[in-house]
């Protein structure tokens, strides 16, 4: 009998529950919901992206400030890379009396602390990391953005008399290709602006 009411006496005996910390419990949602949002955001930034991948190929006339007409070539391509996407792009000059210029840019864009803003990453320091370009030493200081169809790349000269130039290319995706925008201002005074359409071709 004793030995009866023992096993009865120690099952009958209260158990301890450890409570988890709150503290600990709201930090966990906290990193949890994090990671969640940071995951959503990487996503939603490379399917922003991808819309624009591919290259395209287009022509337009500009007159220039002297009423001189040029006719240039113009070819874009777009492709993601490890830590965000690149632009290359090339516009070939044909002048009236013949002459033929040809320029070619490739920049890679990498992501920035706000979303759809990408930082260009131009040069390698010492480190062999890449960097932003300095203005003030003449070098162009280039970003670009992604507001739902339209990918706008900015770059920022800066003269050595502290005139500041401003160009602007926004490629809008449009039936069969990219609407291209490009505008000029000299000291926010709009000197020069393009608009032709660009043939998707891969």
Do not use: C
């Not at 023992?6 to 906290?30: E, I, K, S, Y």
């Not at 009396?97 to 320091?125: C, H, L, W």
């Not at 370009?133 to 280039?142: R, T």
């Amino acid at each position: 009998m004793r030995r009866i009411a023992h096993q009865r006496a120690g099952t009958m005996a209260p158990r301890t529950q450890v409570l988890p910390d709150p503290r600990a419990l709201l930090l966990a949602l906290f990193l949890g919901g994090l990671a969640l949002l940071l995951t959503t955001q990487v996503a939603r930034a490379a399917a922003d992206l991808r819309q624009f991948v591919g290259t395209y190929t287009g022509s337009a006339e500009v007159v220039q400030l002297n009423g001189e007409a040029e006719q240039r070539d113009m070819s874009v391509s777009i492709w993601e890379t490890e830590d965000g996407f690149a632009v290359q792009w090339s516009t070939a000059i044909r002048r009236a009396d013949g002459r033929e210029k040809t320029k070619n840019y490739e920049i890679e864009f990498q992501p920035s602390e706000r979303r759809g803003v990408y930082s260009a990453a131009m040069k390698t320091n010492v480190f062999g990391h890449t960097v932003q370009m300095n203005p003030m030493k003449g070098e162009p200081f280039i970003w670009a953005r992604v507001i739902e169809d339209t990918l706008t790349v900015f770059s920022l000269y800066v003269a050595e008399n502290g005139d500041y130039l401003m160009q602007q290319y926004d490629r809008s995706l449009a039936d069969g290709g990219l609407r291209l925008d490009f505008s000029l201002h000299r000291n926010g005074v709009a000197a020069r602006t393009v608009t032709t359409f660009l043939n998707r071709s891969e």
